[in-house]
């Protein structure tokens, strides 16, 4: 190191009021030596430096190192990491405009402005410095052209491939750099587990920080190679205990298929985490379930509701117990929990009755004042009979997919963590898998409802097919026109034709990744948007309007298909597609050019995200 920087770094610090040329601020990396010497009169000091930045650029004003460094020391300076605050914020981004505006095809200077860019700007300038680096690569420093290529494969983010590529551009640029963590856990994703295994394992040996270590350990189990992550949790066990839990060792050796060591780590976190009791009795409850004998599971089990008995308010996961131990005893409280499901049921069962009620008594209102639908009514013969079972299919529906799948989210959402939810939706197999069961059993609910007469009366149109495909297209266009419309007025995030999607568009993408294309098209596309038109174009619509009116009933149906796709910024959306296709039915005479719309619908929107997926 200089003589000086030595000297600055024992001592010197006060008498910064010498001349300028006693330090090298021209030297990378000088703002960090600055930075750390001004605890003691922060502001007075931050003055002199400042002072000593500009007095050595105006000897030096080529000199483009020290412009960025007196730029950094500017944004460091006042920085809070932990509140991520930056006192000097605005003095930074009019520090990084000067300097940019001064120097714009400077390759410090692009790097330095693109680690402070954000969004399309950010890759504005990512695009420029590639472009630099391929025109005048002798101009860009190793480490320059690494940090551009590592930012781009951040920015690539899901476009796997490309990402790939810029990680590995980086790593030949900066063979000292250690990319070996977003690329591995990119060939993880595209299913190269060895690859990914071989890059973690270059630079492990030269990692000495067990915070760097500790993501590899996790990718390595990733990558099928829990021996070594075994190892390098034992090497960081060495420097931090504390770092590596006992979930983590419990997993590896469940992945090398040692479930007894691993309960043993289960049970230690039990003795060890007394402020986090409830998760430890938890996922040692749910090892317990998969690996050990139902006796073991069912002491698990019972220990876990002692210190929380809300973690199986409804009898779930000891039914869980029974399906593989049914001659274990049951308590008094675990058969009520149990019978808890069999009340909620017969609640269900009543709960229709808030609806519908109002419009038998509506109707009866309606009557007595002789103010009565007289104009033709819908060819459809449901009534509020039907209105009422449908709408208890759908909430028992709802209920058996929140115990069978979604039990643990649901559990937590209501007692626990609200922000539980958040990692169901990171969990694609789950979504499709609940996508499938809740279009399978509405589908399968839906038949109850139908046969020779009204499957005639939802087929039956007053136009042709080649007429109905022609409304359908027609349709499609106006959904287009209006998300367009929708995307100017609300928040929304970037929008194309996969937004038009009917149905939940996180779970569909989910399907798509777990199922592929042709399961998601026959699910989302075919038999969601069959019964669904059935459902309320058919029996809510039908069932309403010999009450109340068509527009009554109309705007009825309308509004709850809106309601059950669960998302307020495109209710509108929702509710003018119900509206439409319910004013097709009666002008067409049936459900069949409605159908044929929803399909059509759906069907592109999910080739559209497939599409999008495959990029």
């Known amino acids: 190191m200089h003589i000086r920087i030595v000297l600055f770094l024992i001592g010197v610090f006060p008498t910064l009021s010498v001349a300028q040329n006693e330090f090298d601020f021209g030297a990378l990396d ?102 630099s680096i391929e025109n005048s690569a002798n101009d860009w420093r190793s480490k320059e052209k690494a940090s551009i290529h590592k930012m781009m494969g951040d920015w690539y983010g899901e476009n796997k491939e490309l990402a790939l590529r810029s990680y590995q551009k980086a790593q030949t640029y900066d063979s000292n750099g250690d990319y070996s963590v977003q690329t591995a856990r990119i060939l993880i994703e ?111 089990y019972r220990s876990l509701q002692e210190s929380s008995p809300f973690q199986d308010i409804l009898g779930i996961k000891r039914f869980q117990i029974f399906l593989k131990a049914p001659l274990l005893n049951w308590t008094f409280g675990e058969s009520f929990r149990f019978g808890l499901n069999f009340l909620l049921i017969i609640l269900l069962f009543f709960v229709p009755y808030v609806w519908i009620l109002p419009v038998y008594y509506l ?63 990171e969990s694609d197999e789950l979504l499709a898998n609940g996508i499938i069961l809740f279009v399978s059993l509405m589908a399968v609910g839906t038949l109850g409802f139908l046969n020779n007469k009204t499957l005639g009366q939802i087929w039956s149109s007053s136009i042709s097919i080649g007429k109905s495909l022609g409304i359908a297209l027609a349709l499609f266009a106006l959904n287009l026109v209006m998300m367009r419309i929708f995307k100017t007025f609300f928040p929304l995030e970037e929008i194309d034709l996969s937004e038009l999607i009917l149905n939940p568009r996180v779970e569909v993408v989910a399907t798509l990744k777990t199922y592929g294309l ?47 796709h669960f998302s307020l910024q495109l209710f509108l959306y929702y509710f003018i597609f119900g509206f439409l296709t319910g004013i097709l039915v009666k002008r067409t005479g049936g459900l069949r050019t409605g159908i044929l719309a929803h399909v059509l619908n759906n069907t592109l929107a999910a080739l559209t995200l497939y599409g999008l997926l495959s990029m």
């Open 190 to 300: 595209l299913e190269q587990k060895e690859e990914a295994a071989a890059v973690l394992q270059v630079n492990i040996d030269k990692d000495t920080a067990y915070w760097s270590l500790y993501p590899k350990a996790q990718l390595l189990m990733d990558a099928d190679e829990p021996e070594m992550a075994l190892e390098i949790f034992q090497e960081i066990a060495k420097k931090d205990s504390s770092y590596v839990s006992n979930q983590d060792l419990a997993e590896i050796m469940i992945s090398m298929e040692n479930y007894k060591s691993a309960r043993e780590y289960y049970v230690q976190d039990t003795l060890v985490s007394a402020w986090d009791n409830v998760s430890s009795l938890k996922r040692l409850f749910e090892h317990d379930l998969q690996y050990s004998q139902p006796e073991v599971a069912l002491e698990s």
């Open 30 to 131: 000088s703002h960090v030596i600055f930075i750390k010497e001004l605890e003691k009169a922060k502001d007075l000091d931050f003055e002199r430096v400042l002072a000593l930045y500009e007095d050595y650029i105006q000897k030096y004003p080529n000199d483009i190192i020290a412009r960025v460094e007196r730029c950094k020391f500017i944004g460091n300076a006042y920085y809070d990491e932990y509140e991520d605050y930056n006192l000097k914020f605005e003095e930074t981004e009019a520090c990084i405009e000067q300097l940019y505006s001064a120097f714009p095809e400077e390759p410090s200077v692009l790097v330095y402005k693109a680690e402070n860019g954000y969004g399309d700007k950010r890759h504005q300038i990512l695009l420029k410095a590639l472009e």
């Open 363 to 425: 109707s009866q209102i309606r009557s007595s004042k002789r103010l009565a639908n007289q104009g033709p009514k819908l060819n459809l013969s449901w009534g509020l009979r039907h209105f009422w079972m449908i709408s208890f299919i759908y909430l028992l529906v709802q209920f058996l997919l929140n115990t069978v799948l979604y039990y643990d989210y649901f559990i937590e959402t209501i007692f626990g963590d609200s922000y539980l939810i958040d990692d169901l939706f």
């Open 518 to 564: 042709l399961i998601t098209v026959l699910c989302v596309g075919l038999v969601a948007p069959i019964y669904e038109e059935i459902v309320f174009r058919g029996i809510v619509l039908g069932s309403v309007e010999k009450r109340l009116g068509f527009v009554f009933a109309n705007i009825l149906q309308a509004s709850l298909f809106a309601l059950i």
